[in-house]
Structures are given as structure tokens and as C-alpha cells.
């Protein structure tokens, strides 16, 4: 099960909300570079709503991350290419196992 966000009623966190903390947490670690991190939905060439949140490190990460739904998450990177987790949990351990080296700096 997801982590629960205050306020939700259902005790399991939607694809806006799982979208939300992916940015939030990457604008934590200061993934900003160079765009800043970019989240939002849109239609995929199914005619699916799709969440995203973009971030990157200079010269260490570029990332994508898609919300097809809470139990669907495809993490994207030129280094690894694509990767599916089956909830947030799961992809959030994955990051902070993976990226929790990179300095926690701001980049210029």
C-alpha cells in the first residue's frame, strides 16, 4: 500500500498525488537541473491521461518518471532505460538507493 498524504479520505494516494510527491521529493535532493523539475499530465497516443514529473543532476541524471496509475510507474533515464515499479513505495525505495549519493547541493 502507498503512503497515505494527509488529507486523503481513501488511505491510498491517486496518480496526482503520487505525481505531487515525486516532484516534491526530487525538488528536495535538488534534481532542478538545468529545467527545474517539471510535472504535469498528458495524453499519451492510447488516448491515456498520464501523469509525469521530469528532474535531473548536471552530468549525473535526466529522468522521467510516468504515473499510468498507482500500481503502474515507469521510471525513465538515458543511463538505465526504462523501468516499471508496481507502486510509489517501491519506486521511492529504488531512488533513494539509487540517488541518495548525489550531494544534496544546489546546482548553478
Known sequence: MELVKEGNTLGVMNSKEI???IADWAQHQNFT???GVLSGQ????????VYSV???????LDATVEIY?????????SATGS????????LMVELTKRYSHIKNEPTI
Open 42 to 49: 498528458y495524453v499519451n497516443k492510447k488516448g491515456k491521461k
Open 54 to 60: 521530469t528532474f535531473g543532476y548536471a552530468r549525473t
Open 33 to 35: 537541473a538545468p529545467y
Open 83 to 90: 523501468e516499471v515499479f508496481k507502486s510509489y513505495n517501491e
Open 19 to 21: 505525481c505531487q510527491a
Open 69 to 77: 496509475n498507482r500500481n503502474f510507474i515507469v521510471f525513465r533515464t
